[in-house]
């Protein structure tokens, strides 16, 4: 089975990492403030999120996460979820 992509717009953006400064409320505001007049609209988000998703192990948070959509939403563009990386600096034990 194909299913066709069905796409009027050429797609334009890259990857957009806000868990790094997602405490900043004018960083997340300026950035989409950006991308509006840069006429960015997809947006490829989560690749370094794991500690961000899962701060303590067996808890998540998604909030941020769904901010971040609402956002991308209201200009509307497109998000293409990464995989998060699993990797925690802070529970890396060196011998």
Known sequence: MTDTLQISKFL?????????????????????????????NTFTIGIFS??????????????WLDNIFDRV???NGNIIL???????WNHIRLS
Do not use: C, M
Not at 13 to 31: A, K
């Open 50 to 63: 794991w500690a961000k998703i899962e701060p303590k192990e067996g808890v998540y948070d998604f909030e």
């Open 12 to 40: 334009h953006g890259g990857d957009y990492n806000p868990e790094q400064w997602i405490d900043n409320s004018e960083i997340i505001n300026r950035d989409f403030t950006l991308f509006k007049q840069s006429k960015i």
């Open 82 to 88: 990464a995989t998060p990386s699993a990797l925690h």
């Open 73 to 75: 939403e209201q200009q």
